[in-house]
Nanobody
Framework: QLQLVESGVGLVQPGGSLILSCAAS????????IGWFLQAPWKAREVFSF????????FYTDSVKVRFTISIDNSQNKVYLQMNSLKPEETGVYYC???????????????????????WGQGTQVTVSA
């Protein structure tokens, strides 16, 4: 069974830090593109970070650039997201997802297309509040 599982449920104060992990089973993350999404309350789910395992292209939206870091541990078949200086508006459910069709020739804007992602985790709740 192909599966992604996020972990790192947490309550963190504004300005705090949190690490989320995304573990794959039934397939290898190496060879895919991995994205992290946030669905804030009453908002659409949006991608904000991406890691291409094929050529180590990494992308972030401007809103998280500098504060968030995405990384991969191929030996554990996991992707990590280090989040620093968290803001209350970053409260919500965080999802990891894999794009198995990502290639070195895939153009950059494609990482932001939710329809490309074919494997999804169940999501993990992060609350940023005092």
């Amino acid at each position: 069974q192909l599966q992604l599982v996020e972990s790192g449920v947490g309550l963190v104060q504004p300005g705090g830090s949190l690490i989320l992990s995304c573990a794959a089973s039934g397939f290898t993350l190496d060879g895919s593109g991995i994205g992290w999404f946030l669905q804030a309350p009453w908002k659409a789910r949006e991608v904000f970070s991406f890691f291409s395992t094929l050529d180590v292209r990494i992308f972030y939206t401007d809103s998280v650039k500098v504060r968030f870091t995405i990384s991969i541990d191929n030996s554990q078949n996991k992707v990590y997201l280090q989040m620093n200086s968290l803001k209350p508006e970053e409260t919500g459910v965080y999802y990891c997802a894999a794009d198995s069709r990502w290639r070195v020739t895939t153009i950059e804007p494609m990482w932001m297309k939710e329809w490309r992602y074919d494997y999804w985790g169940q999501g993990t709740q992060v609350t940023v509040s005092a």
